[in-house]
């Protein structure tokens, strides 16, 4: 699936939908995405009810759930700002299920439809509405990029990252074997079939690590939880102290890059 | 269908053949290696992603179109095969469809069938059914053949023996086929093959083929073939038996050639297959060759509750190419034999539970990432990922009156719902769960160390000190 919505001429503000994976566990990685839009010049409008997009309950069957989720989530943007999610996974969600999911009710369906079209996953809204050009300031460094399925294939939003990554001066993006294929979290599926997840996320630590890149970098926090799990678990298993594969959410990488 | 022919038991100890294979670097690695190889041979047949989508659209909507027509089509399809002489049956079980074969061989008394690729014959266990009534049953598809000498079962509806290596195959040649030396040559090992086969088609009293294509408007079979073998079964036997899917009709002869370039560049990444038979009626008088009587027994076996349903119908649009499988990365990591059904990968994954019922494959729907892969190579465009959450929902949801699978709700657990409603309570109400992440937060360091299945290959999961929230807070928000 491509992106549908044509970029709005540059605001002056959006909402940011966190997401529940960055707000409890890379807290971090919200700052520097809201600090990067702020640089910009854009206010950064925070709804604090926001909680999680429903993505859980919806992928395991559980759509009345995700329903009871997703429809609280569909009052919390008023204003005709665009929603930048810091996650191609949830963004997803938001802007190709959502409209399913309330198929059957007009009134939320209405209100479906419009927020998806004003849902924008980060990189996609740094680099298509906003034309940000990252000024490099650190020194050499090697990365290499994980993207998230659901920004590959759902949200077509995985050539963006590369493109931020690419434009910083001073930074070599690896190149991973398999590069399109899943880490293996899958939400529920890493719980549910821990073998074949596990295989998964061990074949993609071993490519991700098999480039030489200092970190790995992602704009999805959900496989950054699998595959950062998985690489510390290795080291703990084989007695390292220090990190063999480090890894931060794209957002955070770009405002160290570009700070002073 | 009787217990001691259907072995398939998939939801039985799913897991521990998956985590055998996984454990298994040597299987990893010849899966990994035949995958990509298939996939690089597919990835070079679309240089041109602009010509792949747009034929992509076209063979989706000729699906559609067929099967949106399909009832009218398949009283058509009889009446033009009839009329061609080729005579049709009507199976709606595994047990009827072998009946109908069973009877026809009876009528011949035959001992021999020869059989050319077919998966239906898979899904109904034909060979068991035969040998169980006297009758032999070979494969002449050198792949199929590989896995009957094996007495296995394929674990790719178009590799068979994509499991096996050369090395593997030469020691089963040598143990099982008369007269023959270790050879690991391919070339020998395909040529001791072809020696075997060749005499067996000249004795076979039944020659039986699978059906890539029947057409409705003429009443032609097609099948589509790169070994020689579908068609020495379909004209060397004097009677030819041909199986089928309901669905595996189209209208008219012009909606073939796209679909038989997109499964032949996707299946196997070859521009046409080696051979494409269109078999449309038994020997003429004065005609010198070809079966003196030819057989079509339709199958339904589940497609029936598949069609009822708009959503769940989108599985019968799939022409078997196997690029889901190939390109799948849980089939890449397990084999198609971990799956334990005729159709292994994520077409097997939702066509499955229309054959065996939910109770049997509702652990299957849960052995898939939802990376989307396989939706995005399928060649006709099955949302397969919305579908697998489609068989979570009927599996997980407590069972409810006027169902639209077999086996619905056959993976409920009160547990397992009232842990996603408890969820759902949490989640939709901001109070809640800004106190449940505010508890995490704060007594992170409660947290088990070891976390079910998560903690078996990765560390706890384990929340920020403060939330995003509690950040824009401080920071004066």
């Known amino acids: 699936m491509t992106r549908t919505t044509t970029p709005p001429s540059r605001p002056r503000d959006v909402y940011f939908f966190a997401t529940c994976v960055v707000d409890q566990f890379f807290p971090g990685a919200g700052m520097d995405a809201i600090t990067l839009l702020e640089r910009q010049g854009i206010r950064v409008h925070f709804p604090e009810e926001q909680t999680c997009c429903g993505q859980p309950a919806y992928t395991s069957g559980f759509p009345d759930e995700a329903r009871k989720v997703a429809a609280h989530q569909l009052t919390l943007f008023p204003n005709d700002w665009p929603v930048v999610v810091p996650s191609g996974s949830c963004a997803g969600m938001m802007k190709h299920h959502y409209p399913t999911l309330f198929a059957a009710d007009p009134v939320r369906k209405a209100q479906a439809d419009a927020l998806s079209a004003r849902i924008y996953e980060l990189t996609d809204f740094l680099v298509n509405v906003l034309n940000f050009q990252p000024e490099d300031k650190g020194g050499d460094c090697t990365v290499v990029l994980h993207t998230s399925c659901s920004a590959r294939r759902e949200m077509g939003v995985h050539l963006t990252g590369r493109q931020l990554l690419g434009s910083l001066g001073k930074v070599t993006v690896a190149q991973q074997d398999h590069e399109s294929e899943c880490c293996g979290f899958g939400g529920t599926f890493s719980v549910k079939q821990p073998e074949i997840s596990g295989a ?43 990190p063999s594969l480090p890894g931060e959410h794209i957002a955070s990488f770009l405002l160290r890059r570009t700070s002073k | 269908m009787s217990e001691h022919i259907l072995e398939f038991k998939p939801a039985e100890g799913f897991r521990a053949r998956s985590k055998a294979v996984v454990d298994n670097p040597f299987l990893r690695q010849s899966f990994r290696g035949a995958m990509d190889f298939l996939m690089s041979k597919r990835a070079a047949q679309f240089p041109d992603s602009e010509e792949l989508e747009s034929l992509r659209t076209l063979g989706e909507s000729i699906r559609q179109y067929n099967l949106a027509k399909l009832p009218t089509l398949l009283v058509q399809l009889e009446e033009n095969l009839s009329r061609n002489g080729i005579q049709v049956h009507w199976a709606e079980t595994p047990d009827e469809a072998n009946a109908i074969i069973l009877g026809i061989c009876h009528a011949q008394h035959a001992k021999l069938m020869v059989k050319g690729k077919s998966m239906v014959s898979e899904e109904i266990e034909l060979n068991h059914a035969a040998e169980a009534a006297g009758i032999g049953a070979l494969e002449s598809d050198m792949g199929e053949y590989i896995v009957q000498l094996a007495g296995e079962k394929p674990s790719h509806i178009i590799m068979p023996a994509i499991h096996k290596t ?22 020998a090992l395909i040529q001791i093959g072809r020696n075997v086969l060749r005499q067996k088609f000249l004795e076979a009293d039944i020659g039986l083929s699978g059906v890539n294509f029947a057409v409705a408007e003429t009443g032609t079979l097609c099948l589509v073939e790169n070994e020689g073998n579908g068609r020495m079964c379909t004209t060397a036997p004097p009677v030819h038996i041909a199986i089928t899917g309901i669905e595996k009709i189209v209208e008219k002869l012009e909606h073939i050639p796209p679909l038989l370039s997109l499964l032949t560049r996707s299946a196997t990444g070859q521009n046409i297959s080696t051979y494409f038979n269109m078999i449309s009626s038994p ?94 190579v399928c060649p006709v465009k099955i949302p397969i990922p919305e579908l697998l959450m489609r068989l979570r929902e009927e599996a997980f949801t407590a069972p409810h009156a006027d169902p639209a699978m077999v086996g619905q709700g056959a993976g409920y657990s009160w547990l397992m719902t009232s842990v996603w409603k408890g969820w759902a309570a949490v989640y939709r109400s901001p109070s809640l769960y800004g106190l449940a992440t505010w508890l995490g937060s704060r007594f992170s360091w409660l947290m088990p160390s070891k976390q079910g299945a998560w903690t078996s290959v990765r560390v706890p999961l384990k929340p920020a000190p403060k939330r995003l929230r509690d950040m824009l807070k401080e920071r004066g928000e």
């Open chain 2, 166 to 187: 050369k090395e593997e195959i030469a020691r089963l040649f040598a143990d099982k086929v008369e007269g023959v030396d270790y050879t690991d040559n391919v070339d």
């Open chain 2, 283 to 376: 020997r003429k008088a004065g005609e010198k060759d070809g079966p003196s009587e030819v057989h079509l027994v339709l199958l339904d076996n589940g497609r029936s509750q598949a069609y009822a349903d708009e959503q769940l119908r989108k599985t019968l649009q799939c022409i078997r190419c196997g690029a889901c499988m190939n390109h799948c990365p849980v089939y890449t990591r397990i084999g198609g034999h971990a799956y334990g059904t005729t159709y292994p990968g994520p077409i097997g994954k939702i066509i499955s539970p229309h054959m065996l019922g939910l109770e049997a494959t509702s652990t299957m729907a849960t052995a898939s990432s939802l990376c989307g892969a396989c939706g995005e």
């Open chain 1, 200 to 242: 998964m996320v061990e074949d993609k630590v071993k490519a991700l690590k098999a480039t030489g890149a200092e970190r790995v970098v992602s704009a999805d926090c959900g496989c950054l939880m699998n595959i950062l799990g998985h690489a510390a678990w290795k080291d703990e298993q084989e007695g390292r102290t220090t």
